[in-house]
């Protein structure tokens, strides 16, 4: 489904990502795992298409989109949650959610979204009315997932979801990236520092330390990775 190969990216005449090289196949759920200022964040624009590579491939689908604008992208069905979620704090939940859908098809289905996205985050449904802004943390996180579901993602991004959120929430939100996965065979990239919770939802993931991949695997070898152990997991 997505393969980037080759990618580099970087801010000005700085290169940030060095010849980038991951899969996500249909219905994975993928981890992209490193620490503060790893370059997690810039391959997320890179793939985005709101940061231009210098160099580098990503194909999504057979369709070549690197160098493509962000609209294009959207279109094609990848669809994120971004990093700090940037929510409109003064709309309400339900205005928020009525930005999810986009373009002519997403707008058609937002009914039957919108009721899909309840009955993931029931929540959302009691506090529809009120500001995104008077939320919770948890709770703007999961408006946040919600918006980017009724875009009707192929692909879904979420960007460090857990920063800042109570461990059970986390779990919560993961659960809900976990169904999709299984019941409606859309793919994730989880974006994460928070490397436990991680490696419990993917099925696979890169490490990534000064904008290069330095380890791949799956779940179960990454988490049983000498290097991870040591380096993220403080055992
Ligand atoms: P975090 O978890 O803090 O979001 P990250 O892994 O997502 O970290 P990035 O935000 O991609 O890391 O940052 C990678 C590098 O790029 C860092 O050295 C950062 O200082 C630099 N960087 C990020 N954004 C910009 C920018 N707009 N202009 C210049 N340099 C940037």
Request: glycine fraction near 12%; aromatic fraction near 6%; include cysteine.
């Amino acid at each position: 489904m997505l393969k980037v190969s080759g990618l580099n990216a970087g801010y000005g005449s700085v290169n940030i990502l060095w010849d980038l090289e991951f899969e996500v196949k249909d219905g994975e759920i993928v981890a992209i795992l490193g620490s503060n200022g790893a370059g997690k964040t810039t391959m997320v624009r890179a793939v985005t298409g709101m940061l231009k590579p210098s160099s580098g491939s990503v194909q999504f689908n057979g369709d070549e989109l690197s160098g493509k604008n962000t609209r294009y992208i959207l279109d094609a069905g990848i669809v994120q949650v971004p990093e700090g979620r940037q929510l409109f704090t003064e709309m309400t939940v339900l205005e928020n959610l009525e930005m999810g859908a986009f373009n002519r098809k997403t707008k058609e289905h937002f009914r039957d979204n919108l009721k899909k996205a309840y009955g993931w985050f029931p929540r959302l449904e009691e506090r529809a009315k009120q500001a995104a802004g008077t939320l919770s943390g948890g709770e703007q996180q999961m408006v946040a997932v919600a918006r980017a579901l009724i875009g009707e993602p192929r692909l879904l991004i979420l960007d460090e979801p857990s920063l800042g959120l109570a461990p059970n929430i986390v779990d919560d939100i993961l659960k809900v990236a976990s169904d999709m996965a299984d019941h409606d065979g859309i793919s994730v990239l989880l974006v994460e520092q928070d490397i436990t919770k991680a490696l419990a939802c993917a099925d696979g993931g890169y490490v990534i330390e000064n904008g290069k991949i330095v380890l791949h695997g799956t779940a179960k070898e990454l988490s049983e990775n000498e290097h991870v152990k040591k380096a993220y997991l403080g055992i």
